[in-house]
């Protein structure tokens, strides 16, 4: 009778220190995720962060005033949303209508079919990217970018 209650007592130990294990475990893995959930919430806001600001740095298409002018004109508010890519295929040159000038920019290929639809916009852009001839739109750090010769 001893010997079995020694057998059950061992048998129990070895299961709690199983259950123990597992709980160490699982504790190790939940604050990993949520180390990795802070860290990818953080680089989607700064994604959110760079169409904003991206037409400006990636093309000097738009010398505008300020963000809030970007906001407010079709054009310029589908072209910042339109930037990202994954491949050279998904980017094109379309010409962007402004009041003042007409200008070649790289976008994908969303934001080119948004921009044939849009309403005429009456946005004054000043300046187009100083471009002589534009061969063709590419990827770049999965941002459609003119390539240009000049």
Same mark, same amino acid.
């Given at each position: 009778m001893v010997k079995w209650l020694y057998i059950s007592l061992f048998v129990l130990s070895v299961f709690t220190l199983i $259950? $123990? !294990?597992? !709980?160490v475990l699982l504790n190790d893995n939940e604050k990993k995720h949520i180390t990795y959930n802070q860290q990818l919430e953080q680089n989607e806001n700064q994604q959110k962060n760079i169409p904003n600001t991206a037409i400006v740095a990636t093309a000097p298409l738009v010398h505008a005033k300020s963000l809030s002018t970007i906001k407010h004109s079709i054009n310029l508010s589908i072209i910042t949303n339109n930037l990202t890519c994954v491949s050279d295929e998904q980017c094109v040159v379309v010409k962007a209508k402004f009041t003042d000038l007409t200008c070649d920019i790289a976008v994908n290929t969303i934001g080119a079919a948004q921009l044939l639809k849009a309403k005429k916009d009456q946005t004054k852009i000043e300046k187009c990217p100083a471009f002589f001839q534009v061969n063709n739109a590419q990827?770049? +750090?999965n941002s459609? %970018? $003119?390539?240009? %010769? +000049?």
């Open positions: $259950l $123990l !294990g597992f !709980g990827c770049i +750090n459609c %970018s $003119l390539e240009a %010769s +000049n």
